[in-house]
């Protein structure tokens, strides 16, 4: 009989599900891969979409790694990630920041908000189109001229006695509004050349040039395609936290220009980003048009599906391929829905059966689905289901890890002191409230925890609902209790004159038992 350790349940990050992108990593991670519904993948493939929107946890870094795959089955496909949160490091960004201090100095301005990342983005971009296409057989582009000058003029930079490695190597070295660059017998650019063939040239200059050479590419029959992940922002300091949001709305607007490019001259070559729906929230209003391509050219990873009965959600596909896929690994015949429900599950949990019960104790979201099995699988490795006593035992835990995962999102706007000042309104209380009962409530806390006072001297608690409504730690319930509104059900808003619910995942931790 198959035991729970068998089971091949997949990683809460979907990049830890392809670490060596082995044949039999590929294999298992496309036979239990499920398209989000309403999304249509093969837009995505001929490159009439390229930005993937959702919260923490909806599976943006899986559909990106499904389609990366898919486009990489061709022999002529090369794709390449660049991690924004863990590869685009501290000192990555200071040096984004040095560079675009420079474009606002000749612009006459002393104001570090009007800084402008889209320049270094593009040269960026560039820089990692020419490293991705330099071992291809097969290029996106013809290798004539235009080529050769595209390529040595991204390429031109002087690295140095001290060569950058990585990511350092693509952030342009500028001082004083210029760079440094080698002289090349294929740049065919005059500037003034020192005795060891250097010259140094204005960087926005520079980067026009290169803007103009990658308009001139002619069509090749390969296809490159860079996706952005991690798109992700986390309140250290109001300097560092508008940094980074106008680096991410920076980003937006260069990949959609470049795509335009791409597009209008035929390229096999597309950059993808996944933005998390709080980013959003943070950046949109920073003064520029990121709405607009976002709807065009993007899709909200959402796996509610109103209407249907809970049997029916697909995020419960799936657990039930994944299960499946592990008994026909072992020898096993795979099982209807039906009976994979009545084998591996009890019948009823808390009075609700199990697809309730697992949907109600989530957010709807691949990650948490996953989080809840691999709870219990660490826990009772040797059992044959996931039985109740497994799941009982493991429910703090889970709420705590879920708590974690959930006050992420508010990272992108609140300080982690913030945070624990929410933390503590809610700590011990009631699970169904009013507003006015939680204003009250916020008051009487701010006396015993200064995370809370500062939290409300900074923020209107009805502004803090909002968030915590949005990001799906609260919702609605009507008196009759027999309807729940959240987000990501579907429901934009909050309604201040119904009561507020805080979610199920939470009461554990929270110590809510009323």
């Not at 590419?217 to 109001?238: C, K, N, W």
Request: charged share 30%; proline share 3%; glycine share 4%.
């Amino acid at each position: 009989m198959l035991k729970l350790k068998d089971i091949h349940l997949g990683s809460t990050d979907a990049k830890n599900e392809l670490l060596s992108s082995s044949p039999e990593e590929i294999r298992r991670f496309e036979s239990s891969f499920v398209t989000p519904p309403a999304l249509n993948i093969e837009s995505y493939y001929n490159r009439n979409k390229y930005y993937v929107v959702g919260l923490k946890g909806t599976g943006k870094t899986a559909l990106l790694r499904y389609i990366s795959i898919k486009l990489d089955e061709k022999s002529s496909s090369y794709s390449s990630f660049v991690l924004f949160k863990s590869e685009v490091d501290e000192d990555l960004r200071k040096d984004f920041t040095k560079a675009a201090r420079i474009q606002l100095a000749e612009d006459n301005s002393n104001e570090f908000q009007g800084n402008d990342f889209e320049t270094v983005w593009r040269w960026f971009i560039y820089r990692k189109i020419a490293s991705s296409i330099e071992n291809m057989e097969e290029n996106p582009f013809q290798k004539n001229s235009h080529y050769f000058k595209f390529v040595e003029l991204v390429n031109s930079e002087s690295i140095g006695q001290q060569q950058d490695k990585g990511f350092s190597r693509l952030i342009p070295k500028i001082r004083k509004g210029t760079i440094e660059i080698s002289k090349s017998p294929k740049l065919g650019l005059e500037f003034d050349w020192d005795e060891d063939g250097r010259a140094k040239v204005n960087f926005n200059d520079l980067v026009r040039k290169a803007d103009d050479a990658f308009e001139k590419l002619d069509p090749g029959a390969g296809t490159v395609s860079i996706f952005f992940d991690e798109l992700e922002l986390s309140y250290q300091s109001s300097k560092q936290y508008q940094r980074d949001s106008r680096l991410i709305r920076d980003l937006i607007v260069s990949v959609e220009k470049v795509n335009a490019v791409s597009k209008r001259n035929g390229f096999n070559f597309c950059v993808y980003a996944a933005i998390r729906s709080e980013v959003l929230n943070s950046v949109e209003s920073l003064g520029k048009e990121i709405n607009k391509p976002i709807a065009d050219f993007g899709s909200t990873v959402l796996w509610n599906r109103p209407g249907l009965d809970a049997v029916q959600q697909p995020i419960l596909h799936i657990l039930e391929k994944r299960i499946n896929n592990a008994r026909e690994e072992s020898g096993l015949e795979r099982l209807s829905e039906a009976r994979l429900w009545k084998d591996y599950f009890p019948s009823s949990i808390h009075g609700k059966r199990p697809q309730i019960y697992i949907l109600h104790n989530s957010w709807y979201r691949p990650r948490d689905v996953v989080r809840l099995l691999i709870s219990v699988q660490d826990q009772y490795p040797n059992e044959e289901t996931f039985a109740l006593q497994g799941i009982e035992a493991i429910r703090k835990a889970y709420s705590t890890a879920s708590w974690v995962e959930i006050t992420e999102e508010l990272k992108a706007k609140y300080r982690p002191s913030d945070i624990d000042g929410i933390k503590y309104i809610f700590y011990g209380f009631k699970q169904i409230i009013s507003l006015s009962e939680l204003m009250d409530r916020a008051v009487e806390v701010s006396n015993d925890h200064k995370e809370t006072a500062e939290l409300m001297n900074a923020n209107d608690l009805k502004s803090v609902v909002k968030d915590l409504f949005r990001i799906g730690v609260i919702g609605n319930i009507n008196d009759n209790r027999d309807r729940i509104r959240f987000s990501f059900r579907g429901d934009d808003e909050i309604l201040f004159d119904m009561n507020i619910f805080v979610h199920n995942a939470l009461k554990a931790h929270l110590s809510i038992f009323k």
